[in-house]
């Protein structure tokens, strides 16, 4: 295919741009890729067999004049939903009963299954239980 440079300023450059050469603004080159990538940088136009500019020849150009190119759709698309979910091991009412009848003590028992996980305070703790128990799961999942 043969190519001339439209763009003002360049239409007689002559030497090399990209991996095609350029002589008075027109290039020879069966590369669809290195066509495809000059024109993304400077307008180029297809020189036909008469020797007159037909078309453009950059991608854009090609979705611009394609008639059966399909409308976009107006509908959203449903964001896609995880089948699998990771869950905690224990949920806030277990934690919570937990702390009613054994006490900070009971907490702190659970909590030595997540090493990390300490606190003087049974909220809190109950909050970091929690976050460590999910976190585990997560990566259960990822198979870390």
């Given at each position: 295919?043969?190519?001339?440079?439209?763009?003002?300023?360049?239409?007689?450059?002559?030497?090399?741009?990209?991996?095609?050469?350029?002589?008075?603004?027109?290039?020879?080159?069966?590369?669809?890729?290195?066509?495809d990538r000059v024109s993304s940088i400077?307008?180029?136009?297809?020189?036909?067999?008469?020797?007159?500019?037909?078309?453009?020849?950059?991608?854009?150009?090609?979705?611009?004049?394609?008639?059966?190119?399909?409308?976009?759709?107006?509908?959203?698309?449903?964001?896609?939903?995880?089948?699998?979910?990771?869950?905690?091991?224990?949920?806030?009412?277990?934690?919570?009963?937990?702390?009613?009848?054994?006490?900070?003590?009971?907490?702190?028992?659970?909590?030595?299954?997540?090493?990390?996980?300490?606190?003087?305070?049974?909220?809190?703790?109950?909050?970091?239980?929690?976050a460590a128990s999910l976190e585990r799961?997560?990566?259960?999942?990822?198979?870390?």
């Amino acid at each position: 295919m043969k190519i001339r440079i439209v763009e003002p300023g360049w239409k007689t450059f002559t030497g090399e741009f990209g991996s095609l050469m350029f002589e008075n603004g027109v290039a020879e080159s069966d590369s669809k890729i290195a066509i495809d990538r000059v024109s993304s940088i400077v307008a180029v136009k297809e020189v036909l067999k008469d020797g007159k500019s037909g078309f453009g020849v950059s991608p854009t150009n090609a979705m611009i004049y394609d008639r059966d190119m399909p409308l976009p759709s107006l509908e959203k698309p449903e964001p896609a939903k995880s089948k699998v979910r990771a869950r905690a091991k224990y949920s806030r009412k277990q934690l919570e009963k937990i702390a009613d009848e054994k006490g900070i003590e009971g907490l702190r028992e659970v909590a030595k299954e997540f090493s990390d996980v300490k606190d003087r305070s049974v909220p809190r703790l109950i909050d970091k239980i929690l976050a460590a128990s999910l976190e585990r799961a997560r990566l259960e999942l990822r198979g870390d």
